[in-house]
């Protein structure tokens, strides 16, 4: 587990910029925290880490945006919307295993599909500061964990 704290948006962003240049095909990344925690800017930085210049919008009402300019395709997906739904499976493995990295908000939703190993992002607010977050990551398997440690090196 690997905490840190960021002081407005610009810099949850750049760490999503860091963290893509070590991640590596089929990688999986969960992304929790409430609304307005800061999952989409995560992925924002993630996607231009990557080489991605569209621009990166929350998907909620596609459930998922592929982009495939960068160094490997990204799977943008948030699945908020399945909240009552999520019993079937749309036939996510294809994205999880599909040689691109994928970036889940909200991904309790579909806990039955996801795959074992992954990398967890928690994003927390703090009540007395608007801008302030408490990025967590939690590594769930080898690969993740050595990936965390990666992250750590270049972060710190
Ligand atoms: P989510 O996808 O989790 O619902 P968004 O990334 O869409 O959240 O929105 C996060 C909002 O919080 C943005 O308006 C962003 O500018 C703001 N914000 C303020 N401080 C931070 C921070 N430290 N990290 C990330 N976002 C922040
Ligand atoms: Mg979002």
């Known amino acids: 587990m690997f905490k840190i704290k960021t002081n407005d948006a610009e810099q949850t962003e750049k760490i999503g910029a860091q963290l893509a240049p070590i991640l590596e095909p089929n990688d999986v990344l969960l992304l929790d925290g ?8 995560f992925t924002k930085g993630l996607a ?23 160094r490997m395709p990204l799977y943008h997906m948030d699945v908020y919307r399945l909240e009552d739904g999520g019993g079937d499976d749309l036939g996510w493995d294809e994205y999880f295993f599909g040689g691109g990295v994928s970036v889940i908000e909200w991904s309790q ?8 190993d992954y990398l967890k992002l928690k994003i927390a607010r703090n009540d007395d500061d608007d801008d302030q977050r408490i990025l967590t990551f939690e590594p769930q398997g080898q690969h993740y964990e050595e990936l965390v440690a990666q ?3 270049v972060l710190e």
Do not use: C, M, Q, W
Not at 34 to 41: Q, V
């Open 109 to 116: 939703y579909i806990r039955d599909y996801l795959p074992d």
């Open 48 to 70: 231009k880490g990557l080489g991605i210049k569209r621009y990166v919008k929350s998907p909620t009402f596609t459930i998922i945006h592929e982009y495939h300019e960068g």
């Open 151 to 153: 992250l750590k090196e």
């Open 34 to 41: 409430n609304l307005g925690a800061g999952k989409t800017t």
